[in-house]
T-cell receptor, first 115, second 116 residues
Framework: DVKVTQSSRYLVKRTGEKVFLECVQDMDHENMFWYRQDPGLGLRLIYFSYDVKMKEKGDIPEGYSVSREKKERFSLILESASTNQTSMYLC??????????????FGEGSRLTVL | AQSVSQHNHHVILSEAASLELGCNYSYGGTVNLFWYVQYPGQHLQLLLKYFSGDPLVKGIKGFEAEFIKSKFSFNLRKPSVQWSDTAEYFCAVNSGRGSTLGRLYFGRGTQLTVWP
């Protein structure tokens, strides 16, 4: 089974702090994604990466950055956390090769509270 | 960009009732279609998927979905729901050509509550 592991299930940070969310997948997937999930808004894509050191902005990249130095690891960085970044953050990975193009495998999520 | 619409934000049913959750998408080309489910306190997991072939696809736990290309729809159905189906359901679409590098576009989700 594919396993996507997010390093922290729950975090509480203060406004202005730098926050790192780590994600590791064990199935050699090319693509990795960071979403945030908010009630009534569904899943919104922050950033994604299709290869090591490559990244693409999603729909809501402002206030976030990412790092992918190794294929299995994709980090989300909040340079200066703000209260409106309180949310559930979901990491996912997927293959590019058919027949599984697009099927995502999700981690359990990291619930971030910014005070 | 693609968009995905889920018509119902919250659906409340009694056990044994039939379920249909609507999903429409905007992309006109070849698509891969997915339904994901998130049970309370759990991570998102795949319920079913459509890549090609028979437009009626079956997933886990008795769910099925029908792809109607002419209507840009991929509605989720279950003939008889159970209390354990209480969850949030997300429809998602991918362009299916490897472009946008496997990115999925999600609907806003439908919360299903099933009363025993």
């Amino acid at each position: 089974d594919v396993k996507v592991t997010q390093s922290s299930r729950y975090l509480v940070k203060r406004t202005g702090e730098k926050v790192f969310l780590e994600c590791v997948q064990d199935m050699d997937h090319e693509n990795m994604f960071w979403y945030r999930q908010d009630p009534g808004l569904g899943l919104r894509l922050i950033y994604f990466s299709y290869d090591v050191k490559m990244k693409e902005k999603g729909d809501i990249p402002e206030g976030y950055s990412v790092s992918r130095e190794k294929k299995e690891r994709f980090s989300l960085i909040l340079e200066s956390a703000s209260t409106n970044q309180t949310s559930m953050y979901l990491c996912a990975s997927s293959l590019t090769r058919a027949p599984n193009t697009g099927e995502l495998f999700f981690g359990e999520g990291s619930r971030l509270t910014v005070l | 960009a693609q968009s995905v619409s889920q018509h119902n934000h919250h659906v409340i049913l009694s056990e044994a009732a039939s379920l249909e959750l609507g999903c429409n998408y905007s992309y006109g080309g070849t698509v891969n279609l997915f339904w994901y489910v998130q049970y309370p306190g759990q991570h998102l997991q795949l319920l079913l998927k459509y890549f090609s072939g028979d437009p009626l696809v079956k997933g886990i736990k008795g769910f099925e979905a029908e792809f109607i290309k002419s209507k840009f729809s991929f509605n989720l159905r279950k003939p008889s729901v159970q209390w354990s189906d209480t969850a949030e359901y997300f429809c998602a679409v991918n362009s299916g050509r490897g472009s946008t590098l496997g990115r999925l576009y999600f609907g806003r989700g439908t919360q299903l509550t099933v009363w025993p």
